[in-house]
């Protein structure tokens, strides 16, 4: 049995020797750390480091009058954490105002599925040869390319409550509703149309990666699949399915942790109000609206802890299950 010792003053120096020397290993070593040193100092300093000072901040005391001084900010130890769990805006309340928490889960589920849904759909779609076909993908990126900002105040004026906001005036016309409706202004319509626009913002993305797998897939499957009498349901769900079985399952892991971490969206639609508060909001209010530091950093380790325990839970068995 061989047995390890930690490296000598003697090794260490020789090391240090063959690093510093003018041989061509040497040179190679220096210039590999020379071109890596840029980005271990951009990881450390705009990955690790507000990681970890995140954590530090959620057990103490920080606010507007100690970030001067904010590495001897008091101690909270759990309290910040406390705090956020009986927060009235964190904690369900009622079916209309199920708390942050929830809603944060139930926003980044339907959303993520409804994404892959329209996704699936356009990818068959345009996987299949029609004059214009190219056109067509460029024009269905739009919603994803299009700046947020822009998209978001377009959908706000689309659902005005004034009889001349666009959906209000086609349904007044039509006889559908008498008065106009304050959608975005309503819980349960407000939360259903921010799941309806990240729906329709995020599905280019997962056509794009559905339509590069369709295109892979062996042709003679479904030609077989034909001889054999199958339909067309038949060969989607006996063929295509089981082809994008791993693009689905890796699509739903990027886009629900993009999605319960989204914060631009929703603030831009309905500002986190109507039972639409989600955990980046609420993050958002605690640190910048009340300047409590401590406990907006606490909710977003909250936020974290919740999607390890989904990413370890997806990985272990969805994930597992899938390959078998």
């Known amino acids: 049995m061989t047995t390890t010792h930690a490296p000598t003053t003697k090794s260490l120096t020789s090391r240090f020797n063959r690093i510093f020397s003018n041989s061509m290993g040497a040179k190679e070593t220096r210039l590999a750390w020379l071109l890596i040193g840029p980005t271990v100092f951009i990881v450390l300093g705009l990955v690790l480091f507000p990681a970890v000072f995140s954590i530090w901040i959620s057990f ?48 980044s589920f339907l959303g993520t599925i409804l994404s892959l849904l329209i996704g699936l759909g ?16 460029a024009a269905f990126l739009f919603p994803y390319v299009a700046p947020i900002v822009s998209v978001a105040f377009v959908w706000r004026w689309m659902l005005d409550p004034k009889p001349s906001g666009v ?88 886009r629900l942790i993009w999605t319960f971490n989204k914060f631009d969206d929703i603030f831009l639609l309905t500002g986190g109000g109507f039972g639409t508060k989600v955990l980046p909001i609420l993050t958002y209010e605690f640190s910048f609206n009340l300047f409590n530091f401590g406990k907006g950093a606490a909710t977003s380790m909250i936020l974290l802890v919740i999607l390890i325990v989904f990413l370890i839970f997806y990985s272990r068995f969805v994930m597992r299950t899938t390959d078998e």
């Open 167 to 254: 959906i209000n005036y086609f349904l007044m016309n039509l006889g559908i509703i008498d008065r106009p409706i304050p959608y975005l202004a309503q819980p349960g319509w407000a939360l259903l149309l921010v799941i309806v626009f990240d729906g329709w913002r995020y599905f280019p993305f997962a056509m794009l990666m559905i339509l590069a797998r369709l295109q892979a897939i062996d042709k003679t499957l479904y030609e077989a699949a034909r001889v054999d009498g199958a339909n067309v349901g038949q060969s989607f769900w006996n063929i295509t399915l089981p082809e994008l079985r791993y693009v689905l399952g890796a699509l739903f892991l990027l």
């Open 122 to 137: 356009a990818a068959l779609l345009l996987n299949q040869p029609f004059r214009g076909r190219g056109v067509s993908r």
């Open 60 to 107: 103490h005391d920080v606010g507007l009058d100690n970030l001067n001084n904010v590495f001897n900010a008091p101690f909270m130890g759990l309290r910040n954490y406390t705090s956020v769990f009986n927060d009235f805006a964190f904690k369900y309340n009622s079916p209309t105002n199920m708390g942050a928490a929830l809603t944060s889960i139930v926003y």
